[in-house]
């Protein structure tokens, strides 16, 4: 099949996100999307606008839909979960608020005319890309691999942002596609949690709290592996497993259980299209290759 | 403590919730990842803010531990954002240079913000610099830090966007583009 | 010799679990003038029923006893059978062998079994005596009377005059409405009560079928379903007197505040801006002593910051009522609308430790109260209310924030419990109808009879069974109305023969029997000096038979020849 979406990669996609970006770039190509990045596009915000001032937090990700206005198609791919719920924030009030929407444009030089859809990445391979269509390229299906699918919170919260291409509180795209590529998405009840998001860094004994909750669960589900669609929850449930925060002298206690590697879905996508991926992987910080290689997973 | 009824009409305006409709079922408390950790879950600080307690909120530590996973949002049966309501206190606490409850929180905006006043996007090595300093914790994560850079996962060298001056004309519509203490 | 047919049900494993019923069949065949006895799985089937009419004819049987359940399950549906294959319907009986034998002693099935036979032996030895009876039939005067001219009383009446019936509505006060016309406007569209009630009482007024009394009380209520007489007192310039001859009775008395002076801690009876619920709702009436301000009682002044406190005597075992009086969470609220409508300046805060809404459109219309209106609603039971400076200080508790909040209040409303009236247990003496622990008029059953009382021919209607608004009102007011259009829909009331007699040639006129009688029913003759029976109110339950002396008095179909036959044959 063969379909072009604009493309909006975000900050992350090619520093801290960058396996996402690499196996986003690859498996498009397997699968006949064509990715046009939009012209000059901004960061979103992320956490920190909303944060500090509301009109900011809506602004920011509006230029990138005038930006992505100039492109002319209409359906706007957005990797990460983040950007993707402050885009489509942006459109929303753009679209439902007239006074907004007359100062952006008065401020960015364009005219708002709602053509362009934000779109999350997994939404476009769930839904617009056939069964089979996903299941054609694979050359080496993922037999064995037990894993959990971790969804983390804005790709699907909150309703009205995302437009509810999945649901809120059971969502399955994931494990649909997971399935699709031969391994075994097994069901657990934390696959919504939040992973603790921005507090990374400064409140690292919260997202230590949640990741090691994530881990344990995924554990008592019997996987090996977390799948993810998130950079953010990446970042955190990859680092965090081992780098419990704080000072490094003395060593951190480490976790009382078995670290799991996580996975970006298109990571997993690209290994069962069989194309290279042993460098990217190789950039995890729970290496995943082990569990791999004796799945027999090349 | 008298009620001062006059907060909670700042507060609905300035985070678009109606804050009045909620009827305290402590749902968003009960489902909130960030809970055990602050002194006054959401629905606490939705209370709060209908009694009028703004010294309290603003100087709490509280509303600087939302990790804005909207789950509180998603799951009121009276449709309040808290995570809302409590980015709006974070505006009056930073409007009013009240002492933040969480310095370090503030200060990673702070520096993530500067970032894309500067370049247009995230540059996270300068970012982290500057959160470092500003901050006063230099040792954390250290480890984490080179071996995310030893992977190529951190660049050295930041891109700036051509439309900057209008990102920077964006900053300056609300008021952000002073830098704050 | 009479011929007796015993019937002996298994009741699936019921009785056949623990009761071994081919060896009762085998002993009960011994017994004298047992010609027939048989077992089978279930009784009350129809096979088991055609059995039962099959063997009456073939056998020829006079009598039959059938040794199953409890006979409230199907003494009725066996007396059919026997009457379907020729025989007296009061010469079927029962033998409980389940509720009495074998749910008892499932374990001890020996015992159980014997127990079986002696109590079928028993019944034997009374059927062997019972009489053929027919049931008697009694007139039935089709008039009503209700007691109480609220908007319940008013229903009622109103319901069973538009069905062709005569009403007597008797009025203790002056006027019709009761509580609702003290009212202001109601929930959920602020309707004027007055407005409403008007409409009502014109209905009743002009209503041909309906006699209203108002300043009447009843004194005296004598007879029994279908033949009440009930004596009315009326005060005018002089007082009449009316005998009325009713069928049916329905009880609309109301209820009351429970009075605030008893709630010393928030100053009731004391602080003159301390006042109730109905206090309230006069000021609001344009026709009120403020006319339709809110003022402050005290000074005149316009209160800008109002209190509600609910709870205020209800919800407290320790010291008040224990249950919840039901319409307070809903007119508090509708009040406190009210009040901000007309100070919209003003502030209102409410105090509760729940809200309940149970009714259609009933939470929006309090979440309205907090949205749109702006009332402060802090769950949280206010602990004091002191008089201090010209105003009111409130000490309560906001439990989700866990903090102490003071109100300093121009004007404090007490959501007072709703009690029954201060004569509720003089009218249910009255009209024989008890009264539960807090004084309300008790019904029948909880869940499924719950507009009648335990004493045929009296219903209940209204907040004088336990507080409710006033569409729960107007419904259990044409309930009641529904019972008692059942009631005179009837052309006669059968009842049961096997009740007591009296034999005059050997009553010595001793009038043992009459205090004797749990119903009444038990009178001497007006001129012979024998004892009567009234049988419309006897329920055959042998008191008056095991207190006679002289054997005068005896019960049909349980004489004392029965009853000593049925001792003997079981020892």
């Avoid at chain 1, 009840?189 to 995924?218: E, P």
Wanted: with cysteine; net charge negative; charged share 20%.
């Amino acid at each position: 099949m063969s379909a072009r979406y604009a493309f909006y990669p975000g900050c992350t996609l090619h520093s801290t996100g960058v396996e996402f970006g690499a196996s986003t770039e690859l498996v498009c190509q397997a699968l006949g999307l064509e990715l046009v990045e939009i012209p000059d596009w901004n960061c979103c915000g992320a956490s920190s606008a909303h944060s500090v001032d509301y009109r900011l937090f809506l602004a920011l990700p509006a230029r990138n839909l005038a930006q992505a206005q100039a492109v002319g198609l209409e359906e706007l791919a957005i990797p990460c979960a983040a950007c993707f719920s402050r885009l489509a924030a942006a459109d929303l009030a753009l679209r439902e608020d007239g006074a907004f929407r007359a100062e952006m444009e008065a401020l960015l030089g364009f005219t708002y005319e709602g053509r362009v859809r934000p779109r999350n990445l997994l939404d476009i391979v769930a839904n617009d890309v056939t069964a089979a269509a996903l299941r054609a390229p694979v050359v080496q299906p993922l037999a064995g691999l037990k894993v959990v699918s971790y969804y983390g919170c804005l790709l699907i919260r909150p309703p009205q942002y995302t437009g509810q291409w999945d649901d809120p509180e059971h969502p399955q795209s994931m494990d649909q596609v997971v399935g699709l590529l031969g391994a075994e998405a097994v069901p657990w009840s934390y696959g919504i949690d939040c992973c603790g998001g921005s507090l990374t860094l400064n409140r690292s004994d919260v997202v230590v709290h949640l990741v090691d909750k994530l881990v344990r669960a995924a554990h008592e589900a019997g996987a090996e592996a977390l799948v993810t669609a998130c950079p953010m929850c990446m970042a955190n449930v990859d680092g965090r497993q081992l780098y419990r925060g704080g000072s490094p002298w003395p060593r951190p206690a480490k976790p009382d259980y078995e670290p799991l590697p996580i996975f970006y879905f298109t990571e997993l996508m690209a290994l069962a299209y069989g194309l290279p991926m042993q460098k990217v992987l190789g950039r995890h910080l729970v290496d995943p290759r082990p569990l791999l290689g004796r799945l027999g997973l090349g | 403590m008298k009620p001062d009824l006059t907060f909670v009409e700042q507060v609905s305006e300035l985070s678009h919730q109606n804050v009045r409709r909620c009827y305290y079922c402590l749902r968003c408390s009960a489902g909130c990842p960030a809970a055990p950790f602050m002194e006054y879950t959401p629905a606490q600080i939705l209370r709060l803010v209908q009694l009028g307690q703004k010294e309290v909120l603003l100087h709490s530590s509280a509303i600087w531990l939302c990790i804005g996973c909207e789950t509180c949002g998603t799951r009121c049966p009276n449709e309040i954002h808290a995570g809302a309501v409590i980015d709006a206190l974070r505006q009056l606490a930073l409007a009013e240079k009240v002492p933040v409850g969480e310095r370090t929180v503030w200060k990673l905006h702070e520096a993530f913000l500067d970032s894309i006043r500067h370049w247009g996007r995230l540059h996270e090595l300068t970012m982290l610099m500057q959160y470092k300093l500003t901050s006063r914790d230099l040792f954390s994560d250290l480890d984490m830090g080179l071996a995310m850079f030893l992977r190529g996962k951190i660049h050295p060298l930041p891109q700036r966007i051509a439309g900057l001056e209008q990102i920077q004309r964006l900053f300056a519509m609300t008021g952000k583009d002073v830098e704050v203490e | 010799m009479k011929r007796i047919g015993i019937f002996v049900c298994h009741c699936g494993t019921n009785i056949a679990g623990a009761v071994d019923v081919e060896r009762v069949v085998q002993e009960i065949r011994k017994f004298p003038d047992v010609v027939y006895a048989v077992d089978y799985k279930y009784m009350c089937s129809d096979p088991g029923q055609a059995l039962i009419r099959d063997h009456i004819r073939e056998d020829r049987l006079d009598a039959v006893v059938v040794a199953a359940c409890s006979p409230t399950m199907h003494e009725a549906t066996f007396r059919r059978a026997g009457e379907a294959a020729g025989i007296n319907a009061y010469q079927t009986e029962i033998a409980n062998i389940r509720e009495q034998s074998s749910w008892v002693h499932e374990k001890q099935r020996e015992a159980a079994t014997q127990k079986a036979i002696e109590t079928i032996q028993t019944i034997v030895a009374k059927v062997r005596y019972n009489q053929s009876l027919t049931p008697f039939y009694l007139p039935l005067v089709k008039r009503a009377l209700v007691l109480g001219g609220g908007i319940a009383g008013m229903q009622t009446a109103l319901d069973v005059a538009n069905a062709g019936y005569p009403v007597v509505l008797v009025e203790r006060t002056d006027h019709l409405g009761g509580h609702m016309a003290e009212l202001s406007g109601l929930y959920l569209n602020f309707d004027s009560a007055p407005g409403l009630l008007q409409r009502k009482i014109d209905a009743v007024m002009d209503h041909p079928n309906i006699q209203v009394l108002t300043n009447a009380a009843v004194v005296d209520v004598g007879g029994y379903v279908g033949n009440f007489i009930v004596k009315v007192e009326q005060q005018g310039e002089e007082m009449v007197s009316y005998s009325f001859d009713i069928g049916a009775i329905v009880a609309a008395t109301g209820y009351d505040l429970y009075g605030k002076e008893h709630l010393g801690e928030y100053g009731g009876g004391r602080y003159p801006d301390v006042i109730d619920g109905l206090q309230f709702e006069e000021m609001l009436r344009p026709d009120g002593p403020t006319g339709g301000k809110v003022r402050r009682p005290s000074d005149g002044q316009v209160p800008q910051e109002v209190v509600w406190v609910q709870c205020a005597g209800s919800r407290d075992p320790e010291l008040h009522m224990a249950y919840c009086s039901k319409v307070c969470c809903m007119y508090v609220a509708k009040q406190s609308m009210a009040y901000k409508q007309h100070v919209p300046g003003g502030h209102a805060t409410v105090f509760y430790i729940d809200i309940r809404s149970q009714g259609k459109g009933y939470e929006e219309f309090v979440q309205q109260a907090m949205e749109e209106h702006e009332v402060l609603y802090v769950r949280g039971k206010v602990s004091k209310v002191f008089q201090e400076n010209g105003h009111l200080t409130v000490w309560g508790v906001d439990t989700l924030a866990g903090l102490p909040i003071e109100v300093e209040a121009d004007l404090v409303v007490l959501a007072t419990a709703t009690v029954p009236r201060h004569d509720a247990w003089e009218v249910g003496q009255l009209l024989r109808v008890s009264t539960d622990e807090h004084g309300f008029l008790s019904e029948a059953h909880p869940k499924l009879r719950p507009v009648e009382s335990l004493t045929a021919g009296v219903f209940l209607a209204g907040a004088a069974q336990f507080p409710k608004d006033i569409p729960e009102t107007v419904a259990q007011a044409s309930g009641a109305a529904a019972k008692v259009l059942s009631l005179f829909s009837l052309r006669q009331m059968v009842q049961e023969p096997t009740i007591a007699y009296v034999d005059a040639e050997l009553c010595s006129g001793c009038g043992l029997c009459i205090p004797a009688c749990p119903y009444d029913a038990r009178a001497m003759h007006e001129w012979r000096h024998i004892a009567t029976v009234n049988t419309a109110l006897c329920q055959g339950c042998a008191a008056c038979a095991t207190v006679c002396p002289n054997k005068a008095c005896q019960v049909r179909n349980l004489t004392n020849q029965q009853v000593l036959s049925m001792v003997e044959a079981y020892l």
